[in-house]
């Protein structure tokens, strides 16, 4: 575990709900990478607590499909695999292409202006290069547009995909190379909301996706093959 894990202590809340969140946002940006062992004992003593809200957390990592139990071994970091990126992606695609459609109908005028600050804070966070940054930049553009559907269900939804979506964004949003066609993408997506060009926004929207998919595959098929050596 890198040293620049810390635990966020928040005094309004439970202290098994502290530590769930800390272990959550570890594994989300990579602190706690893929296929490490999570040894109750070591947990506890790095965060300063006894081992049950360790085992609470992580069951509860568990459930959300962050976390795998390996007999003989115990818990682990779920590995990002192929197959568990394709079944959020694909359903992310299609939500993000409605909500950029419903955002053409939908969307205020101080939305856009949110939209298009967004868009700026977006670039001058690629140009940190500060991958924790520039993931939170994104989320905040995103979650402007889903907004301003209006639509609570399908608010829902998308917030419901947000932290399994968080984890292969971040994997995207660490190879630099992606910067410049992310930038291109957003300013793509926001131009055709202003002008109500829903069949542009709605391609924009899952070539968007298409791209991040694509570049997560060849990573994760680096790091495949780099283990087998």
Known sequence: MQETFQTNMDAFLPLRD???NTLRQAILIGELKPGERLMELHLAERLGV???PIREAIHKLEREGLVTIVPRRGAEVA???EKSMNDVLEVRRALDA???ELACD???EEELADLKAACDRFEQCVRTGDSKRIAQAD???HDIIVRATGNQRLIQLVNNLSEQMYRYRFEYIKDSSQHKTL???HRIIYQSIVRKDKKTAAEAA???IDNQEKAIIRQIRLDRADRAE
């Open 79 to 81: 590995q990002i695999t």
């Open 50 to 52: 006894s081992r049950t």
């Open 18 to 20: 502290v530590v769930f």
């Open 98 to 100: 409605l909500c950029v």
């Open 106 to 108: 939908r969307i205020t």
């Open 206 to 208: 899952r070539t968007h």
């Open 183 to 185: 930038v291109e993408e």
């Open 139 to 141: 989320v905040a553009l």
